[in-house]
């Protein structure tokens, strides 16, 4: 299984969900208003999107802005903290890894 | 607290004081509403777009929740508290507001210039500002600190914090069938929000022995005590555990993940007092997630970047909540970890005295009581939830130690003990751990560790890799040096956003209440 939203008609919480659409690398993966990037890829069930030096998969992991391990580029801003951004209606998300030999 | 007229007398030159606080978790909106109280200005910044910290992460304004209190403790007065400040004349809220950079002064006696960034997280298009307060009060908390293990950086291993943030900030879950692990009393609340999203929590796991947190939790009981509120929220957790029939289990701990590209099982072992893991007692655990936390790391670039002391790895403070560095407060986690309570206290206080307020006036003996209890609290907590010596035992050579740059045991080992390139600068320079995006938040902690107990004179263990016992091991302080959190910038900032210049956008003038 993979990690998942609570839906908003059973969430006891009492909450809204108003859809978004983003696409990630061209496929468009739906949200709700106020999600983080990070939470609309695990929400559609992504558990990984981009990869160490080693070329290995890597998924969230701080989910707080610490560990950097969830970088994407957003309407083509690259390192963006996926855990740390909100998704907007329409955002281009592409997936990205360090480049070789890359400092940063 | 009740109006301070010798702290309103202070003024400078008949203009209130400015006090910019930095993060608006329970210490930052504690200090901001204690500030004002004091006649000050108050500039409240955090780098998220809504108040309450990690602790009451509230909900996206988008989701209109009717009942955001629910997932939390202590939820009406915080509503309180940030609805009054948020409001107040003389506040102004800063939310997407990330400090790249303090600028200490020539003129040694002010308070640092902060700098800003406004605007989206990591975005092209924020802006910068720079404040210039007479006091600045730091509250900027502190985040999961994971040990290494094996398989810790495949995806669906989560550091405990990431599933609360997610749980409670979005209701998003990290897995079904989940194993929360690691130490100290901050598993329980996360066990606690995944069971309430309707996951599956097949163990809680407590690295320390029963022996280990009994006598650090029944040490002195009256302090307990005075914690009612703290214990009781840690009562409800249990409850929860038992109701759901989720075992807690002690001295135990996961010491591998393993998985196809991502986590698939985990591997737990029981550990001896000092964290050692005991051969033959590994059991292995199928799951689609694991949470794990071994304690906090506070976030002290800022307190570095503006000079304050540090000691034994946390923000060194005197009864009145200053720092050594002039016009510098700090409260909350980054002084000790002690939890919500003890840092709402801790911010009071440091308000109150950043705004000019007599830290002896007797308005505010009650806080510095709460505080004093607060202070037991995070000495009690230190003594149940130790970190163990022997944690590398379940190290192998090939587990990654920094997870940026994949240096593994096998190098840092071999480099920390080469006598050319023993010195943690070139430990860190030749293997590069420490030095990728993350720059040590993560691994910093385990890499000192880990250095400090290099023993190039005496003869490598069998294996040339395991912790070698026959230098007697330096103790793990909560942090073992503060070299790793000196980031001249404390957040990435663009080339472009340094080169445009600081200002604030005419729509933002005369701003003091943005809800969001």
């Known amino acids: ?74 309407n083509g801003e690259r390192d963006v903290r996926a855990c740390r951004r909100r998704a907007c209606d329409g955002d281009v998300v592409t997936t990205q890894s360090r480049e070789p030999g890359e400092e940063r | 607290m009740t109006r ?56 996206p304004a988008a989701y209109e929740a009717e009942d955001n209190g629910r997932l939390h403790h202590g939820w009406d007065d915080f509503e309180r508290l940030r609805t009054h400040v948020q409001s107040h004349p003389r506040a102004e809220w800063w939310p997407d507001s990330a400090v790249w950079a303090l600028e200490r002064p020539d003129d040694t006696t002010s308070a640092p210039h902060v700098h800003v960034l406004r605007g989206p997280a990591d975005g092209t298009e924020r802006y910068r500002s720079v404040l210039t307060p007479d006091a600045l009060v730091l509250a900027t908390g502190a985040h999961d600190r994971v040990l290494p293990f094996p398989g810790w950086q495949l995806p669906g291993v989560f550091t405990a914090g990431a599933a609360q943030a997610l749980a409670k900030g979005e209701r998003v879950v990290v897995g079904d069938e989940v194993v929360v692990a690691g130490s100290g009393p901050f598993l329980l609340p996360v066990a606690a929000s995944l069971l309430e999203a309707g996951s599956d929590v097949l163990e809680v796991l407590e690295a320390n022995p029963a022996s280990t947190v009994l006598r650090g939790w029944s040490r002195r009981p009256w302090e307990l005590a005075a914690q009612s509120g703290k214990a009781a929220e840690l009562a409800e957790y249990t409850g929860l555990l038992a109701r759901h029939r989720v075992p807690y289990r002690l001295g135990r701990a996961v010491i591998e993940a393993r998985g196809d590209g991502r986590v698939e099982e985990v591997v737990t072992a029981r550990l001896t007092a000092d964290w050692t893991p005991v051969p033959g007692t590994e059991r292995t655990v199928p799951v689609d997630a694991l949470c794990v936390t071994h ?120 480099a920390a003990e080469d006598p050319a390139t023993g010195a943690p600068r070139a430990v860190k320079l030749g293997t590069r751990a420490g030095l990728g995006p993350c720059q040590a938040r993560m691994c910093g902690p385990a890499v000192a560790d880990l250095c400090a107990r290099r023993a190039p004179d005496s003869a490598p263990a069998h294996d040339g890799l395991a912790p070698d016992r026959s230098v007697p091991e330096r103790a793990v302080p909560g942090l073992a040096s503060a070299s790793h959190h000196r980031r001249p910038v404390a957040q990435p900032i663009r080339l472009g956003e340094l080169a445009a210049s600081p200002g604030r956008p005419p729509e933002e003038e005369g701003e003091h209440t943005d809800e969001r």
């Open chain 1, 1 to 74: 299984m993979s990690p998942r939203i609570v839906p908003a008609r059973t969430d006891a919480v009492r909450r809204r969900a108003t859809p978004l659409t983003i696409t990630v690398d061209g496929v468009p993966v739906p949200g709700a208003d106020g999600q983080t990037v990070a939470g609309v890829l695990l929400a559609g069930g992504r558990l990984s999107w981009r990869s160490g030096p080693s070329g290995a998969p890597r998924g969230v992991f701080c989910g707080i802005g610490v560990c950097f391990d969830c970088l994407v580029t957003v």
């Open chain 2, 4 to 59: 301070n007229t010798d702290a309103r007398a202070r003024h400078t030159g008949g203009r209130p004081r400015h006090v910019v606080v930095v993060g608006a978790g329970p210490a930052g909106l504690a200090a901001a509403a204690a500030a004002l109280r004091a006649g000050a200005r108050v500039t409240l910044l955090d780098a998220s777009d809504r108040p309450g910290g990690q602790y009451h992460r509230m909900l």
């Open chain 2, 295 to 414: 304690g906090f790391s506070p976030q002290l670039e800022l307190p570095v970047a503006a000079g304050c002391a540090l000691s034994e790895g946390f923000v060194q403070v005197d009864d009145a909540q200053r720092t050594t560095a002039p016009g510098v407060y700090a409260a909350g986690e980054i002084t000790g970890i002690a939890g919500a309570p003890a840092a709402r206290a801790e911010g009071l206080l440091a308000g109150w005295t950043a705004a000019g307020g007599d830290p002896s006036d007797r308005t505010v003996r009650d806080v510095v009581r709460r505080r004093d209890r607060g202070r037991a609290f995070a000495a009690r907590l230190a003594a149940a939830h130790p970190i163990g010596t022997g944690w590398p035992g379940w190290l192998r050579p090939d587990t990654l130690i920094c997870r940026c740059e994949e240096t593994d045991y096998r190098t840092l080992r071999a």
